[in-house]
């Protein structure tokens, strides 16, 4: 089975802290994303990878960087959090060609205090 | 940026009787469909993809997509209350090879005993 793994489920962070979420995925996928969902906003795209070093810009990156040193593994990084970060963050993996949709990681519940 | 619109929920049906899940998207050019379902707490899980006008059936599950009206739908038949969750349609970006989809917010079905 695909695996793509969040590091934590949930996290408490503080208001100015700098936040490190990770994410690793097993199957040798070329591109990688990182949403946020929110209730009524649905999934919104922070930013996305496809390929090593290599990140483009989502739809809401403000507030938010990435890092992708190794093909498996895509962190998203909150600068300095704050609290209109509490959001459920969901990282997703997908192969070169989108005929398989993405799988998804089980989500990290973020809560900015 | 590319809209894609679901039925306004919740949608809620009797046990044994048929949903319909509804989804049109803006880009004539979208390739890719995908239906996810994600029950609550937990993140999207892919359950059906389709690429092709008409009908694609797996078990309870049928896709259909009409490219032409720019419209795919979710059909679930005999519906049972372990089908209680929200729906995302997504389609995938215009001839991109990233994997980039676009997903509508979701429609809440609730199917009661």
């Known amino acids: 089975d695909v695996k793509v793994t969040q590091s934590s489920r949930y996290l408490v962070k503080r208001t100015g802290e700098k936040v490190f979420l990770e994410c690793v995925q097993d199957?040798?996928?070329?591109?990688m994303f990182w949403y946020r969902q929110d209730p009524g906003l649905g999934l919104r795209l922070i930013y996305f990878?496809?390929?090593?070093?290599?990140?483009e810009k989502g739809d809401i990156p403000e507030g938010y960087s990435v890092s992708r040193e190794k093909k498996e593994r895509f962190s998203l990084i909150l600068e300095s959090a704050s609290t209109n970060q509490t959001s459920m963050y969901l990282c997703a993996s997908s192969t070169t060609g989108q005929i398989y949709g993405y799988t998804f990681g089980s989500g990290t519940r973020l809560t900015v205090v | 940026q590319k809209e894609v619109e679901q039925n306004s929920g919740p949608l809620s049906v009797p046990e044994g009787a048929i949903a319909s899940l509804n989804c049109t998207y803006s880009?004539?050019?979208?390739?890719?469909f995908f239906w996810y379902r994600q029950y609550s707490g937990k993140s999207p899980e892919l359950i059906m993809s389709?690429?092709?006008?008409g009908d694609k059936e797996d078990g309870r599950f049928t896709a259909q997509l009409n490219k032409a009206s720019q419209y795919v739908s979710l059909l679930i038949r005999d519906s049972q209350p372990s089908d209680s969750a929200t729906y995302l349609c997504?389609?995938?970006?215009?001839?991109?090879?990233?994997?980039?989809?676009?997903f509508g917010r979701g429609t809440q079905l609730t199917v009661w005993p």
């Open positions: 199957m040798d996928h070329e591109n």
């Open positions: 997504a389609i995938s970006d215009r001839g991109s090879t990233l994997g980039r989809l676009y």
């Open positions: 880009d004539r050019g979208s390739q890719s």
């Open positions: 389709i690429y092709s006008n």
């Open positions: 990878s496809y390929d090593v070093k290599m990140k």
